[in-house]
């Protein structure tokens, strides 16, 4: 089983960049598929970008598409998101997940994946 820990969120300004983190142990980070996925202020947990276990593929939501960018480095077992041109709709806490398989629901889907973070509060100010 996987543990996922976040950092890197905190208060920026509109236009701003901020780089996520999350870092996983305790199992074979290399063959899990990651994401990342966030929950603004009264709204439901949504998908924002994935990558597959050899990093070869990756998908985005609409909303972030050309301004956020996924990566990962199975040598550090750590998954990144590199966030620019930051609006104040980026506001949300944003949580990393990792899953083997998608068990038929998708890699945008919250049930696609297993194991989940804590999360890292994103704040975007104008």
């Known amino acids: 089983q996987v543990q996922l820990a976040e950092s890197g969120g905190g208060l920026v300004q509109a236009g701003d960049s901020l780089k996520l983190s999350c870092a996983a142990s305790?199992?074979?980070?290399?063959?899990?598929?990651m994401a990342w996925f966030r929950q603004g202020p009264g709204k439901e947990r949504e998908f924002v970008a994935a990558?597959?276990?050899?990093?070869?593929?990756?998908n985005y939501a609409d909303s972030v598409k050309g301004r956020f960018t996924i990566s990962r480095d199975n040598a550090k077992n750590t998954v990144y998101l590199q966030m620019n041109s930051l609006k104040p709709e980026d506001t949300a806490v944003y949580f990393c997940?990792?899953?083997?398989?998608?068990?038929?629901?998708?890699?945008?889907?919250?049930?696609?994946?297993?194991?989940w973070g804590l999360g890292t509060q994103v704040t975007v100010s104008t």
């Open positions: 305790g199992g074979t980070f290399s063959t899990y598929h």
């Open positions: 990558i597959f276990w050899s990093g070869a593929s990756t």
């Open positions: 997940a990792a899953t083997v398989n998608f068990r038929g629901a998708g890699l945008r889907s919250r049930n696609g994946y297993a194991y």
